[in-house]
């Protein structure tokens, strides 16, 4: 059947065409020559190729093709999958591929991921007291919807507002769906002070930390405690030393004299 299909297309072919060549329209006209014959090639009336003809060839050819599709459709039992467009004879195999079932989970919205907020929580009962509900959870949230809201009551307009799949933390679930994290500055170093201890959070502290309501360490008080720090190690380590050359010179029974020659001094 193909090869039939291929020399249908082959007989509608011009073959005149191969012989000519293509012309642009702005110098066809100045380039109009009598008729050519030669032995092997039968009558050419033009030898020049406008861009009209070469359309035309080319639609014959797609047409041939679509003929093709169709006639071979037609004659076996096809069947058309509406996920991936295309037409199958064993359309059970079809299905069980692997193509169609990642064509068929792409198609489908994907749920968000639940929020871990406990029933309990005092914001998670505020906004199911203003009729939030967990698009994760609830499966009416798949499809988008469209409520009609008053916006003021002194003018009767309405607008719609779209649920979103992703819903967010507003009653009709808009806006944003987690908070913003943000970075705990207990300092007065300066904005955009470089400082890698703290790190960009939503929760900063658990419930009943008294590390909260802590008053942070100045760095002034730190920076002097270390210059103290500083100067009893010194004075801490001189002591150490007159320490060990009283032992030294209590085991050899050393002189001043000695003792000099001893520490080259």
């Known amino acids: 059947m193909i090869i039939n299909v291929h020399c249908l297309i082959f007989q509608n072919v011009d073959k005149t065409l191969l012989n000519r060549t293509f012309v642009r329209s702005s110098v066809l006209e100045t380039l109009r020559c009598p008729e050519t014959r030669t032995n092997a090639s039968p ?3 033009n030898i020049n190729l406008s861009g009209q003809e070469i359309k035309n060839f080319y639609e014959s050819l797609t047409q041939c093709v679509t003929q093709k599709i169709e006639y071979s459709s ?4 096809l069947i058309k999958c509406s996920v991936c467009g295309g037409s199958f004879n064993d359309f059970k195999k079809h299905v069980s591929s692997i193509g169609h079932q990642v064509a068929e989970m792409s198609n ?4 968000p991921s639940p929020l871990l907020i406990p029933p309990s929580n005092k914001g998670y009962q505020l906004l199911s007291r203003i009729g939030w509900r967990d698009a ?4 009416e949230c798949e499809e988008l919807k469209t409520l009609k809201v008053l916006s003021d009551n002194s003018t009767n307009e309405s607008k719609s507002h779209f649920c979103i799949k992703n819903g967010g933390l507003g009653a009709l679930r808009q806006g944003r769906r987690f908070p913003v994290a943000t970075v705990l500055k207990r300092d007065r170093l300066g904005f955009g002070w470089p400082n890698t201890t703290n790190t960009a959070r939503i929760t900063h502290f658990n419930p009943g930390d008294l590390k909260a309501v802590e008053h942070p360490k100045d760095v002034r008080r730190l920076r002097h405690s270390s210059i103290k ?3 009893k190690y010194l004075i801490r ?7 060990k050359e009283r032992i030294i010179r209590q085991g050899f029974n050393l002189t001043d004299e000695q003792l000099a020659l001893l520490y080259d001094k």
């Open 74 to 77: 037609l004659d076996s039992n």
């Open 229 to 231: 720090m500083d100067s």
């Open 237 to 243: 380590k001189m002591n150490l030393e007159k320490k």
């Open 43 to 45: 009558k050419v009336e």
């Open 136 to 139: 994760a959870l609830d499966p």
């Open 108 to 111: 489908k919205s994907s749920k």
